[in-house]
Nanobody, 127 residues
């Protein structure tokens, strides 16, 4: 089964940019549907974005649409989340997730629909 490791988190000023990475081992993203979630302080985990390695089934959550972008490396073993124009509301632990099968459309937003998770990386946006 695939193992996921996030990196790239840190402290960034409001309006700045950050790129997160999610490295897969034990498999590639060609075999899995992938997603990003985040968990703000004291809040539940929430959906950020999802895509396939072909880039043909992209969906972004409302708060990040037009600011965040998913991309992939050539080997399809690393997924990126480019975060632009960040604001303090983006402060959270960011997790990547994967599923062997695409969750049903109404289940994509639910963390319970995703089988594999990384340990998370902290992103803090200062105002």
């Amino acid at each position: 089964q695939v193992q996921l490791v996030e990196s790239g988190g840190g402290l960034v000023q409001a309006g700045g940019s950050l790129r997160l990475s999610c490295a897969a081992s034990g498999g590639t993203f060609k075999s899995y549907r992938a997603a990003w979630f985040r968990q703000p302080p004291g809040k539940a985990r929430e959906f950020v974005a999802t895509d396939t390695w072909t880039g043909e089934d992209t969906f972004y959550g409302g708060p990040v649409k037009d600011r965040f972008t998913i991309s992939w490396d050539n080997t399809k073993t690393t997924m990126y989340l480019q975060m632009n124009a960040v604001n303090p509301e983006d402060t959270a632990i960011y997790f990547c997730a994967a599923a062997a099968r695409r969750p049903r459309p109404w289940d994509v937003l639910s963390p319970r629909s995703w089988e594999y998770w990384g340990q998370g990386t902290q992103v803090t946006v200062s105002s």
